[in-house]
């Protein structure tokens, strides 16, 4: 097993307790907002991207905590800015996750959004680097995440 692999697993094994300790609408958006951002790494968000997200929250024991009509809400809320204009939508949606800067949600955050990028099993290097982006964003070292 690479060593990627492996701090994916330890991240998700802890995640479901993390989630649930900060479940509100503020740390939602902070979720659904980043996966917006991976969704639209490569410049354009199709339904398989958004199947991808809306089938791993639905599927994934740490992210039931969240109420899949609102989690749809909302995502549709920032894909909508980057059909508008990428640059926009990218901002808008980091609007959210700067709120969690140097707070330990953030690195829930950060950790489900890794998950999201590697749930079809290609975590590719444009989704990487927006979760890079993330990690300066927030003030964590993206090397915490095998990034």
Do not use: W
């Not at 097993?1 to 649930?20: A, N």
């Not at 089938?55 to 740490?62: A, D, L, Q, R, S």
């Not at 890794?114 to 993330?134: L, P, Q, T």
Request: hydrophobic residues 40%; aromatic residues 8%; contains cysteine.
């Amino acid at each position: 097993m690479s060593t990627f692999s492996q701090k994916l697993t330890s991240m998700r094994q802890g995640l479901k307790d993390q989630v649930s300790k900060f479940k509100n609408k503020d740390f939602m958006d902070a979720v659904v907002a980043g996966c917006a951002i991976v969704a639209a790494a490569d410049g354009k968000i199709d339904g398989s991207e958004k199947q991808k997200m809306i089938g791993y929250i639905n599927h994934n024991e740490e992210l039931k905590v969240f109420e899949i009509s609102k989690v749809i809400e909302r995502f549709n809320h920032y894909t909508s800015n980057f059909d508008f204009d990428h640059m926009i939508g990218k901002a808008e949606a980091m609007k959210p996750i700067i709120k969690f800067k140097d707070k330990p949600e953030a690195r829930v955050v950060i950790s489900v959004c890794c998950a999201i990028g590697a749930a079809d099993g290609d975590f590719d290097e444009s989704e990487k680097n927006v979760v890079r982006e993330m990690c300066r964003a927030v003030n964590l070292p993206a090397g915490d995440f095998g990034l």
